[in-house]
T-cell receptor
């Protein structure tokens, strides 16, 4: 059974600071997603990471994937208040399992002014 | 505009009642999924369908049923057998094998509350 662990589960940071959210998973997968969720809202796709060594950047967020270590990171650079949300990583089980996703528990990010 | 719609936004269920949540997509996606989210937790897969007239159980299928009679539609029924249905229900769709387009896109969600 695939397990996905995110840490930290809660992150409070000052504006302008940098931090990294980690996503570890327990079995082989070469496809990982990062999503953002605002309170009471649905999930917004941030990044799709398709191969080992993949790195994607959008604004102050950068995601990477190391399939050998079964680790993905979401790095936040110079945080701003608008980044406050819950961030989920999700691992694709592959075509054999209908490409269903297994989600981490989420990281609640609060950026303080 | 292409997208996924879910209705209703809020749904109230009485004891012993079956209720159906609607999910429609006009993205021409083959695969559709239903997830449940409990407060402060991640999403858990209820059912998924890779093609019309076929669907598979996810991790928490007990007390739920689905149908996939049309490519665009994947309704979820929460039956009276589901003893703790209060949650946020999210529908998603994707087209596997399309590389970067393979992202699962999510609908706006339905919040189900028990009266």
């Amino acid at each position: 059974e695939l397990k996905v662990e995110q840490n930290p589960l809660f992150l409070s940071m000052q504006e302008g600071k940098n931090y990294t959210i980690y996503c570890n998973y327990s079995t082989t997968s070469d496809r990982l997603y990062w999503y953002r969720q605002d309170p009471g809202k649905s999930l917004e796709s941030l990044f799709v990471l398709l191969s080992n060594g993949a790195v994607k950047q959008e604004g102050r967020l950068m995601a990477s994937l190391d399939t050998k270590a079964r680790l993905s990171t979401l790095h936040i650079t110079a945080a701003v208040h608008d980044l406050s949300a819950t961030y989920f990583c999700a691992v694709d089980m592959g075509a054999e399992y209908g490409n269903k996703l297994v989600f981490g528990a989420g990281t609640i990010l609060r950026v303080k002014s | 505009d292409g997208g996924i719609t879910q209705s209703p936004k809020y749904l109230f269920r009485k004891e012993g009642q079956n209720v159906t949540l609607s999910c429609e997509q006009n993205l021409n996606h083959d695969a559709m999924y239903w997830y449940r989210q409990d407060p402060g937790q991640g999403l858990r897969l209820i059912y998924y369908s890779q093609i019309v007239n076929d669907f598979q159980k996810g991790d928490i299928a007990e007390g739920y049923s689905v149908s996939r009679e049309k490519k665009e539609s994947f309704p979820l029924t929460v039956t009276s057998a589901q003893k703790n249905p209060t949650a946020f229900y999210l529908c998603a769709s994707s087209t596997p094998g399309q590389g970067l387009r393979e992202t699962q896109y999510f609908g706006p969600g339905t919040r189900l509350l028990v009266l």
